[in-house]
């Protein structure tokens, strides 16, 4: 398969760009470190997170957006939680 | 600046018999609506190429069927497994660094983890996994793209 040319580039966040980093930040490490009882909860699951807490979830992304009244909303987190051992 | 460190992120349920965490990596993805989404990916290299589901696609305003057509198999090889996809440049920009990559990505029509795999990103990074400390070191392998500060604090785990 293609072996493109990867362009990297120096990025300076837009006003925008910045104030979403921020927003979500707090919402993306509480994901990270998702307490063990909400990870066995939401074992197989995809969840959509905002300030820190769920705000939905779905079998697939498809259904978890289809649940969200906004799902392109950037302060929204959406995450998938993997049912049990994987082998890709 | 051209190297950071990730902690492994918890995404298995804790009742498996392995170590719940796995090597991730948070990044903003810029898509041609101009529209930003932050996303976590599993760093996968055993994954040919990244991967994520179609409706990714779409929100991040591609239109999937004009992307390049491909077939995806996994590790089980009937035919009937395989599911097709479509391939489409997209920019990674990574907060750690203050940089953007544009990386090869194949949006599976139907589900799928989010897996950052060996095309593209792999080619600008060297990456060290540490599984004794769960902790991921990236070093950028072209120091000149990287002049800016990180915009994101280190890991506590450094």
């Known amino acids: 398969m293609i072996t493109r040319q990867v362009k990297i580039r120096p990025w300076v966040p837009s006003p925008d760009q910045q104030m979403l980093l921020r927003e979500t930040e707090a919402t993306m490490q509480w994901l990270w470190d998702l307490p063990d009882a909400l990870r066995n909860q939401y074992a197989g699951q995809w969840v959509a997170a905002q300030d820190c807490r769920i705000v939905a979830s779905a079998p697939t992304m498809a259904e978890l957006c289809d649940r969200l009244a906004n799902p392109a909303d950037p302060t929204i987190i959406m995450e998938r939680f993997e049912k049990g051992v994987a082998v890709r | ?158």
């Open chain 2, 1 to 158: 600046m051209n190297s950071f460190v990730k902690r492994w992120r918890a995404v298995l349920p804790p009742t498996v018999p392995v170590n719940p965490k796995v090597p991730a990596i948070d990044v903003l993805l810029a898509g041609p609506n101009r529209r930003v989404l932050r996303r976590t990916f599993l760093v996968d290299t055993g994954a040919d190429v990244t991967l994520a589901p179609r409706r990714l696609c779409e929100l991040l305003g591609f239109d999937w069927p004009a992307g390049e057509p491909m077939r995806l198999a996994g590790i089980a090889s009937r035919p009937e497994c395989a599911v097709e996809a479509r391939l489409f440049d997209l920019e990674f920009l990574i907060p750690d660094l203050a940089i953007g990559i544009t990386v090869p990505v194949c949006f599976a029509d139907g589900d799928s983890s989010l897996l950052l795999g060996r095309e593209g990103f792999f080619d600008c990074f060297r990456i060290e996994f540490d599984k004794s400390r769960l902790l991921t070191r990236f070093e950028l392998l072209d120091e000149d793209a990287s002049q800016h500060e990180p915009l994101l604090p280190p890991s506590t785990d450094n």
